[in-house]
């Protein structure tokens, strides 16, 4: 089945310590991007990737850092810089279609705890 | 810059009442509007997307018509049912692969 894979769903990290976000796709997209959930308070764009090797920053980079190394995989790095990163975390791809805005696809996110 | 309003909630409904979720954009040139659902502990789906001034999106009995004189992207329903419980986006994006720009969501709870 095509689709896009997060792992692991729950993810419990230590203050000062790196965690390292997983997403994969095999729909063969073009761009991926990584969005941020808080409760009321939608989702935040923290970085995407339009084309493998290339990546720009979103609304909320800061404390993040992300690879994009091979088409379908592009890894979220939450550094011990990120002062608030206990959040659910969703990964998306998408491929360009003519002149409109492209559709998303969404994995299933994963939930970060700081404890 | 970009950006999507949409009514907040909590919205709670007996089964079988009418929907509406307002919603109100505001972009440069013609954005693509969207209308995704999260069900507790997922992803997003995507609901139903219009692309162009007065298309009508829909899908699972949900519409949404893309209205450009008023910058508006209104979910409804004509029936609801407790399966339809969860939380509405609206986004919108411009051209290509360009990121989502989200509403901050509207929860929707339905009542047998």
């Known amino acids: 089945d095509g689709g896009i894979t997060q792992s692991p769903k729950y993810l419990f990290r230590k203050e000062g310590q790196n965690v390292t976000l997983s997403c994969e796709q095999n729909?063969?997209?073009?761009?991926m991007y990584w969005y941020r959930q808080d409760p009321g308070q939608g989702l935040r764009l923290i970085y995407y990737?339009?084309?493998?090797?290339?990546?720009q920053k979103g609304d909320i980079a800061e404390g993040y850092s992300v690879s994009r190394e091979k088409k379908e995989s592009f890894p979220l790095t939450v550094t011990s810089a990120q002062k608030n990163p206990t959040a659910f975390y969703l990964c998306?791809?998408?491929?360009?279609?003519?002149?409109?805005?492209?559709?998303?696809?969404f994995g299933p996110g994963t939930r970060l705890t700081v404890l | 810059g970009n950006s999507v309003t949409q009514m907040e909630g909590p919205v709670t409904l007996s089964e079988e009442a009418f929907l509406t979720i307002n919603c109100t954009y505001t972009?440069?040139?013609?954005?693509?509007l969207f209308w995704y659902v999260q069900y507790p502990g997922e992803g997003l789906q995507l609901l139903l997307k219009?692309?162009?001034?007065?298309d009508k999106g829909s899908n699972k009995g949900f519409e949404a018509t893309y209205r450009k004189e008023t910058t508006s992207f209104h979910l409804e329903k004509g029936s609801v049912q407790v399966s339809d419980s969860a939380v509405y986006f609206c986004?919108?994006?411009?051209?290509?692969?360009?990121?989502?720009?989200f509403g901050k969501g509207t929860r929707l709870s339905v009542i047998a």
């Open positions: 729909l063969n997209h073009d761009a």
């Open positions: 219009a692309t162009k001034a007065d």
């Open positions: 972009a440069t040139g013609y954005p693509s």
């Open positions: 998306a791809s998408s491929k360009a279609q003519g002149t409109s805005g492209s559709k998303q696809f």
């Open positions: 990737s339009q084309i493998v090797n290339d990546f």
């Open positions: 986004a919108l994006t411009r051209a290509g692969n360009t990121p989502l720009v």
